[in-house]
């Protein structure tokens, strides 16, 4: 089964900037996407990419975060500027619809 391994989570100021990684044991060919629960709150999507490329995201990361993805390396990267305190939450890759990470936390200060 394939498997999924996020990193890049952090501590970072409000304005400042993180790169997240998901790297999966298997092939993404496939819609893949990043999800986020903050606490007390139920998970919420973030941003998704298909198999070809074409991306969506929440309106409240729209213009700041951005999501791409290397097939060759197995791996989908979400790219988060000018973050926010309230973008703190553990952020979830999710393969499929089916497959979840583990998740990374990320905690934005003000």
């Known amino acids: 089964q394939v498997q999924l391994v996020e990193s890049g989570g952090g501590l970072v100021q409000a304005g400042g900037s993180l790169r997240l990684s998901c790297a999966a044991s298997?092939?993404?060919?496939?819609?893949m996407g990043w999800y986020r629960q903050a606490p007390g709150n139920q998970r919420e999507l973030v941003a998704t990419?298909?198999?070809?490329?074409?991306?969506n995201y929440a309106d409240s990361v729209k213009g700041r975060f951005t999501i791409s993805r290397d097939n060759a390396k197995n791996t989908v990267y979400l790219q988060m500027n000018t973050l926010l305190p309230e973008d703190t939450a553990v952020y979830y890759c999710n393969r499929g619809g089916v497959i979840w990470g583990k998740g990374t936390l990320v905690t934005v200060s003000s």
């Open positions: 990419i298909t198999a070809g490329g074409t991306t």
């Open positions: 298997g092939r993404t060919i496939i819609g």
